[in-house]
């Protein structure tokens, strides 16, 4: 039986609670604790689930460690207290997986740089960019690896009811976010980033369109092998990540439009914007703790 | 109806919705001869800014021939009693657009979001009031919504410190009861101090209908456009307001003649099409979709062999909102049966 490593989720909303019932499915990760700040339906359900718990923050958390010590803590709050959730979890040992928009650690597009991540050393945190990055940045990365992307520019269009306040409140930094992870990660040099929130009833599944301007003559038979390997990549843990229309190629622009639909584990399957986060998280746990396993 | 006596603020918007229509290639010289007549006619207010705002330059939108910053710096220091606005849609551009547009000269920031999601505005309008700008919250689409939904979403923009509210009818859908009820409800809910704005699309030929039914409602700034320059068939042609204005006793401060010199002489020369109520953008209006979709659809028909027309109609029934240009090429795609 393959050793299992244990898991923390801090933050027991919406994303929280998505990303407890895909880390069940596990084979390698099994989610331990729920940390919250008070009691709430959250905490409730991670209960029922037969999860630890506690209302005490990730004090709480420190407090009780040697009862059940975890390899990784999954931050599901805010930019504000992630530092803090860092540098206490850090110092026992634990690896942080951000969902926050702190980015105090790397970028990590799983399928894209979490090799290059491993390879430069332990890594402690990383930091999953924005659900439309985790869309959107695997396109650009195939075809950046092919050829030099001179610009890339994604549009991502999200259902109102999957934006949270926090996104809202602050929208701002997923635009800089994503485009800055567009050129970090993406390998693209100049990164843009574009979000349209629709409030259509029923709510829209998420799309995003990529366009790429290549330095040269795109290499289309290059690129659309690259592309569809990269979808396969990314459909290991986001199923519902499909290809709607191209690669087109018109001179140099390579467009990609894609629809993401998640799993509907808690989020709605409209909400592939934010399964796609979870699903993320969770995905460069597995792969961090496949490559303690065998090493 | 009466309107006379009312003191009107008419705000241009050639430079900035007309970007659409000109596939956002006005030249610098172009906008700058175009503002200075405008600001010679007497005309208050001019919006210089790519046609998605601040931050639209894009393959999604179509990159300009200048830079919003280019455009702004060019014409702010030719203006002689003229402001300069810009527009700004949170999603595309950020407040360092905002910074940006400050250090050119705009003294009026208007903030667009979809009618519906005015709390993505909050950090835009907070910042722009603070740095003293006159800050105006724009509810995109407002056809979509009923007046109390808007009321609510206007509420929110004047929280934030937006000092002037509009109604946009984006896809020149409205017709002027629909105009009536919405300004109607804002003049009386929102603070005595915050004004309300009307910004038309001429798609059903009630730009001039619409605006005047917003001004009797309570609206004192009205968006037009000299020679009607904007996207679908034109936003409410300014010349013609401002004449009606004149006609009906209300004040604009306009030199309506020269107003109409800036139209024929300076705006018309320009246009690449006639800017008119042709079917496509008839369909705009009729079904709701957003203007500025016109001449996309126009391009994925020629590529798809299907009619832009039923392209417009498709994105108008699937609720789409503005900036959602990519998913023309899709609709395209799939009514041609690929």
């Known amino acids: ?295 | 109806m009466n309107i006379q006596g009312k003191h009107v603020t008419l705000h241009d918007m050639c430079l900035r919705d007309g970007m659409h229509p000109k596939q956002h290639q006005i030249s610098i010289d172009q906008m700058v001869d175009i503002a200075t007549a405008l600001d010679q006619a007497g005309v208050p207010l001019i919006e210089v800014t790519h046609g998605d705002g601040l931050g639209g330059a894009s393959v999604n939108y179509g990159f300009p021939a200048h830079s919003d910053e280019e455009y702004l710096r060019a014409v702010t220091k030719e203006m002689k009693q003229a402001k300069i606005s810009a527009l700004l849609l949170p999603g595309i551009g950020t407040v360092d657009h905002l910074h940006m547009a400050l250090d050119c000269g705009v003294t009026t920031m208007r903030v667009a979001t979809h009618c519906t999601e005015a709390n993505v505005s909050r950090q835009h309008i907070q910042r722009s009031r603070e740095l003293g700008l006159d800050t105006v919250g724009f509810l995109m689409m407002a056809h979509m919504i009923s007046p109390e939904e808007l009321l609510e979403q206007a509420l929110l923009m004047e929280s934030y410190g937006a000092n002037c509210i509009y109604c946009t009818d984006s896809a020149g859908y409205m017709l002027p009861d629909d105009v009536t009820v919405r300004v109607e409800l804002l003049r009386e809910k929102l603070q005595p101090s915050t004004e309300i704005g009307f910004h038309g699309h001429h798609n059903m030929a009630m730009g001039v209908a619409n605006s005047l039914a917003a001004i009797a409602a309570g609206a004192v700034r009205i968006d037009g456009s000299a020679a009607g320059l904007g996207a679908g068939a034109g936003n409410t042609p300014l010349e013609v307001m401002a004449a009606v204005l004149d006609r009906m006793g209300a004040h604009t401060g306009v030199d309506i003649f020269k107003l109409m010199d800036v139209a024929e002489d300076h705006v018309l020369p320009i246009l690449d099409e006639p800017v008119r109520v042709g079917r496509d953008a008839l369909v705009l209006g009729y079904a709701g979709a957003y203007s500025s979709f016109l001449l996309f659809a126009k391009r994925a028909a020629a590529k798809y062999g299907v009619g832009s027309h039923q392209i417009l109609l498709e994105m108008a029934k699937r609720r789409t909102v503005g900036g959602q240009e990519d998913l023309i090429e899709d609709v395209a795609r799939q009514l041609a049966g690929q």
């Open chain 1, 1 to 295: 039986m393959t050793k299992k490593f244990k898991a923390a989720i801090i933050g027991p909303g919406n994303i929280g609670t998505d990303l407890l019932m895909k880390a069940m499915r596990s084979d390698i990760i099994e989610p331990v604790w729920m940390v919250g700040i008070v009691d709430s339906p959250g905490i409730q359900r991670a209960e029922k689930m037969g999860i630890k718990t506690t209302t005490e923050g990730v004090d709480g958390l420190v407090a009780r460690f040697d009862e059940c010590p975890v390899d990784f803590a999954f931050d599901a709050t805010s930019a504000y207290v992630h530092r803090d959730n860092a540098e206490k979890l850090n110092a026992l040992g634990v690896t942080m997986i951000d969902l926050t928009p702190a980015a105090i650690g790397p970028y990590c597009i799983p399928p894209v740089n979490l090799n290059q991540l491993m390879a430069k050393g332990k890594v402690d945190n990383v930091n999953m960019v924005t659900c439309g990055g985790q869309a959107t940045i695997p396109m650009v990365a195939a075809v950046s690896r092919v050829q030099s992307v001179d610009y890339a520019e994604i549009v991502a269009t999200v259902a109102s009811e999957s934006v949270g306040m926090g996104t809202r409140d602050n929208i701002d930094e997923f635009t800089r976010t994503t485009s800055g992870a567009i050129e970090q990660v993406g390998g693209a040099k100049k990164g843009k980033a574009i979000i349209i929130i629709n409030p259509a009833k029923p709510p829209l599944i998420m799309r995003d369109t990529i366009h790429c301007l290549t330095a040269d003559e795109p290499d289309k038979d290059a690129i659309t092998e690259s592309i569809e390997a990269m979808i396969k990549d990314v459909q290991r843990y986001v199923p519902g990540y499909r290809l709607v229309n191209g690669p087109i190629f018109d001179g140099k622009r390579v467009t990609v439009s894609m629809e993401v639909e998640g799993l509907g584990d808690f989020l709605p399957n409209y909400a592939g914007n934010l399964d796609i986060m979870t699903a993320a998280g969770l995905r460069t746990a597995e792969m961090l703790a496949e490559t303690w396993l065998s090493q």
